[in-house]
């Protein structure tokens, strides 16, 4: 069901917003981020884009595979993903040269982790 609501509440975002020029390649990316307790991983994302300003992600961090809904809006990127029963979301800033530095969290879990994306060559 939290699957289900997290696509839901980022898609009515998606129509919602105003049509924007794509910033965001569509592609594989490298993934370096912390976790909620600091530790680090890494990893591969892969991004395929839906329309100007939506997309589909799936993110490949050690063992550990996860989908997700994502949308541009100016410069800030969105995901809304989910990780075994719980619902994540993260939002990066879109910066130059193909990278998204961002935040995230997930339900029932204090704090923040930290992740950036690098569009692959």
């Not at 410069?75 to 910066?95: Q, R, S």
């Amino acid at each position: 069901m939290k699957k289900y609501l997290a696509y839901a509440a980022l898609a009515a975002l998606a129509f919602a917003a105003p049509a924007q020029a794509q910033t965001v390649s569509a592609g594989t990316y490298t993934v370096e981020g912390t976790n909620l307790d600091g530790s680090a991983y890494s990893g591969t994302a892969t991004i395929t884009l839906t329309s100007e300003t939506t997309c589909v992600i799936e993110w490949k961090t050690g063992d550990t595979t996860s989908e997700g809904i994502c949308m541009l809006h100016e410069d800030a990127f969105a995901a809304g993903y989910v990780l075994d029963d719980a619902v994540g979301l993260i939002v990066y800033k879109v910066k130059d040269g193909g990278v998204l530095e961002g935040s995230w969290t997930i339900t029932g879990k204090d704090g923040a982790g930290m992740e950036k994306l690098t569009l692959q060559q």
